[in-house]
C-alpha cells in the first residue's frame, strides 16, 4: 500500500491502480469504505480499472490497514462529547478526508483533464458529505485545486443511518435481533447486509414492499457465504469497527448531527456553487438491504430539485463491486460520462 500524510501528522494507507496507459483525461475514482469492511472489499475492481479508462484508489480510513486511529481525545469526544463537540471533530475528518484527495492530486499529478470522482460505500458516505460540507475550513490553494478537480460524488448504498434517518420501530436488523446470540449477531450481520433480497415492487416506494429478512427466497446466496473464511478476514475489521465506526453509526449518538450534514451536503446551494462543477449520484442496487432504498426514496425530491441523479442497478446487492465487478466499473462510467456542469 501507499500512504500520504497530511495535517498533524494523519497517515492515509490506499491501494492504486496506477495511472491509465497513454492518456491524460482518465478519471480518478478515490473509495471510501464503510464500517468493518474496509478498503480492501474494493480490490476486485483495480484490475479491471485501467480496462474501463479509470484509476482507482481505495482509502483505508483512520484506524484501518495502517492509517493513523484516532487520538484519546479524539475518542473522547466521540464516546462522550457534546453535539457542538462531535460535530466539530466531524467537520474536521471531512477536512482531512479533503486533504488526503489533495494530497494524491500532487503526489501522482493527476490529471485535471479527467479529474476527480469521490465514491462513498455504505457508512462510508458519512465522511465525504463531511468533506463537501467542510469546503470552507481548506486552505485557499487546497480549496482552489479541489474546485477545479473534484467533478463527481458518487453516494453508493447509503443507509439510512449515514443520512440521520432513524430506523423506524419494527424494522428488522440482526444486530438487535433477540432470536440471535448477542456473540452471534455479527455474523448475522455480515449474510444479511450482504444478502440478496427479492423486494416486492420498488415502484410504489411502500415500505411494505421492501422485503426485511428474507434473502433465502431469493436463489443467489448472500457475498459473504461465498467467501472463504480468509477472504473475509482479508477486508473484515470488527474490532476497528466497534472502535472508530460504532460510536457514529449508534442509534441516537450522532443522529441530529448527520441530519444536519446531509442537506447541506448534498442540498445547500452555496455549498454546491462553492464546488463548482460538482455533480452528485446516488448508486444503488434493486436486491440490496432495506436500509439503502428506503432513505432514497424518502431523500427523492429533494435529490431532484437538487439535480441528483439515481443509478439504479439491476440485480444488484450491497456487494455489487466484489459480486459483480465488471457491472460495478460499467455502472460507474454511466455516471461519469454524464455531461460536466460549467463552473
Given amino acids: ?69 484516532y487520538t484519546t481525545d479524539e475518542k473522547n469526544v466521540l464516546y462522550n462529547g457534546t453535539v457542538e463537540q462531535q460535530s466539530i471533530f466531524l467537520n474536521s475528518q471531512g477536512a482531512l478526508l479533503a486533504l488526503f484527495v489533495d494530497a494524491v492530486i500532487q503526489k501522482h499529478s493527476i490529471p485535471e483533464a479527467g479529474g476527480i470522482a469521490i465514491l462513498g460505500w455504505s457508512m462510508g458516505n458519512i465522511f465525504p458529505m463531511a468533506m463537501l460540507a467542510a469546503m470552507h475550513t481548506l486552505p485557499p490553494d487546497s480549496k482552489e485545486r479541489l474546485k477545479r478537480y473534484l467533478r463527481s460524488y458518487i453516494c453508493f448504498e447509503a443507509p439510512n443511518v449515514a443520512f440521520g434517518i432513524p430506523c423506524d420501530e419494527g424494522t428488522y436488523s440482526p444486530l438487535t435481533d433477540p432470536s440471535i446470540p448477542p456473540q452471534n449477531r455479527v455474523d448475522a450481520f455480515k449474510i444479511w447486509v450482504s444478502g440478496y433480497f427479492k423486494h416486492g415492487d420498488l415502484s410504489t416506494k411502500d415500505f411494505a414492499q421492501l422485503n426485511q429478512r428474507d434473502f433465502e427466497s431469493n436463489a443467489r446466496k448472500p457475498t459473504v457465504s461465498t467467501m472463504s473464511d480468509e477472504e473475509c478476514a482479508s477486508m473484515f475489521d470488527a474490532s476497528t469497527g466497534a472502535e472508530f465506526d460504532a460510536p457514529v453509526t449508534s442509534p441516537g449518538n450522532f443522529e441530529s448531527i448527520l441530519r444536519s450534514l446531509t442537506p447541506k451536503a448534498l442540498f445547500d446551494s452555496e455549498i454546491r456553487r462553492e464546488w463548482g462543477r460538482l455533480r452528485i449520484h446516488f448508486m444503488f442496487g434493486e436486491n440490496t438491504i432495506w436500509p439503502i432504498i428506503s432513505p432514497m426514496w424518502e431523500l427523492e425530491e429533494r435529490a431532484r430539485w437538487a439535480g441528483i441523479e439515481h443509478e439504479f442497478v439491476k440485480g444488484g446487492n450491497h456487494f455489487l463491486m466484489w459480486d459483480e465487478p465488471e457491472t460495478f466499473m460499467n455502472s460507474l462510467n454511466i455516471i461519469l460520462s454524464k455531461p460536466q456542469i460549467d463552473s
Fill in 1 to 69: 500500500m501507499s500512504s500520504v500524510t497530511v495535517s498533524n501528522n494523519i497517515t492515509f494507507h490506499y491501494t492504486d491502480s496506477g495511472s491509465v496507459d497513454q492518456s491524460n483525461e482518465y478519471t480518478t475514482v478515490i473509495m471510501v469504505h464503510g464500517i468493518c469492511f474496509h478498503s480492501e472489499v474494493f480490490r476486485r475492481l483495480l484490475p479491471l480499472a485501467k480496462t474501463h479508462g479509470l484509476r482507482i484508489i481505495s482509502v483505508a480510513r483512520r484506524g484501518y490497514l495502517g492509517s493513523t486511529p
